[in-house]
């Protein structure tokens, strides 16, 4: 089940969350699964569960993104940490962008690269591998366009899709998403398959600035399996419909 949890005011969700944690009839030894936005909401929930409690103790803090793919790999054939990680990505730009033969082929990279030092190369590498993580995140539509080889008409686009393409085939990565696999499992091997994720207690979401689309549908198929509450903050203090002009709200 998916339950929305909204306040405008972020005091008021923290305080609610800490609140369900302590009351949250589980085993003290079972972890709790948080998902966090950054280390400064995970040391103000820690410090205020601490004041509550006199300690902090087994809450899983993790980052959306790092926690999805983690339990991919626990229902389907995948590495442990995503191959696109920002880290280990811009290793294998990095090669690619000391290798003269594919900068040469591309005059933009040629241009901004040639004759550069080591340092140029990585610094560039770092900045791509997290724009590459972004296009997995925000714009997966797009790296299946350049799977397909289709045209390109902007310059910049051209070497990215071509530097894309080297990636993917040097990590043998098919064009379906992982999530797409681990949910068909899901579906067919039912609730064996969701027992190797280990999610007998709730799954918490709290206070993410924002939410790609392809994450948010994920959450909402595996809510049908496990109970996730997400902690949004609502700007709003009323309900929405009772602010609209009753005219517009009459036409709705």
């Given at each position: 089940?998916?339950?929305?949890?909204?306040?405008?005011?972020?005091?008021?969700?923290?305080?609610?969350?800490?609140?369900?944690?302590?009351?949250?009839?589980?085993?003290?030894?079972?972890?709790?699964?948080?998902?966090?936005?950054?280390?400064?909401?995970?040391?103000?929930?820690?410090?205020?569960?601490?004041?509550?409690?006199?300690?902090?103790?087994?809450?899983?803090?993790?980052?959306?993104?790092?926690?999805?793919?983690?339990?991919?790999?626990?229902?389907?054939?995948?590495?442990?940490?995503?191959?696109?990680?920002?880290?280990?990505?811009?290793?294998?730009?990095?090669?690619?962008?000391?290798?003269?033969?594919?900068?040469?082929?591309?005059?933009?990279?040629?241009?901004?690269?040639?004759?550069?030092?080591?340092?140029?190369?990585?610094?560039?590498?770092?900045?791509?591998?997290?724009?590459?993580?972004?296009?997995?995140?925000?714009?997966?539509?797009?790296?299946?366009?350049?799977?397909?080889?289709?045209?390109?008409?902007?310059?910049?686009?051209?070497?990215?899709?071509?530097?894309?393409?080297?990636?993917?085939?040097?990590?043998g990565v098919q064009?379906?998403?992982?999530?797409?696999?681990?949910?068909?499992?899901?579906?067919?091997?039912?609730?064996?398959?969701?027992?190797?994720?280990?999610?007998?207690?709730?799954?918490?979401?709290?206070?993410?600035?924002?939410?790609?689309?392809?994450?948010?549908?994920?959450?909402?198929?595996l809510s049908s399996?496990?109970?996730?509450?997400?902690?949004?903050?609502?700007?709003?203090?009323?309900?929405?419909?009772?602010?609209?002009?009753?005219?517009?709200?009459?036409?709705?």
């Amino acid at each position: 089940m998916l339950k929305l949890i909204t306040s405008n005011r972020y005091e008021y969700l923290e305080q609610t969350l800490v609140d369900t944690l302590v009351n949250d009839e589980i085993s003290v030894f079972t972890p709790q699964s948080l998902i966090i936005p950054s280390t400064a909401v995970k040391r103000s929930i820690e410090l205020r569960a601490a004041r509550q409690l006199g300690v902090c103790a087994n809450i899983q803090f993790d980052y959306l993104g790092q926690w999805l793919w983690r339990q991919f790999a626990k229902v389907i054939e995948v590495d442990e940490q995503s191959p696109f990680s920002p880290d280990l990505l811009t290793w294998r730009i990095f090669a690619s962008f000391s290798d003269r033969v594919f900068i040469k082929e591309h005059p933009r990279l040629e241009g901004y690269l040639g004759g550069s030092e080591s340092l140029m190369r990585f610094e560039l590498a770092k900045r791509c591998a997290s724009l590459f993580d972004q296009y997995l995140t925000y714009r997966a539509d797009w790296l299946e366009t350049w799977l397909r080889r289709c045209d390109q008409a902007d310059e910049d686009e051209r070497w990215q899709a071509a530097l894309w393409r080297r990636i993917a085939a040097e990590l043998g990565v098919q064009t379906q998403h992982p999530s797409l696999r681990f949910f068909q499992r899901l579906h067919i091997e039912g609730l064996h398959a969701v027992s190797r994720l280990g999610l007998n207690h709730t799954l918490r979401v709290f206070c993410l600035p924002g939410m790609p689309r392809l994450y948010l549908d994920m959450l909402k198929q595996l809510s049908s399996w496990i109970d996730i509450d997400i902690y949004a903050i609502n700007p709003c203090s009323e309900y929405w419909y009772d602010i609209v002009n009753p005219k517009r709200l009459s036409k709705l």
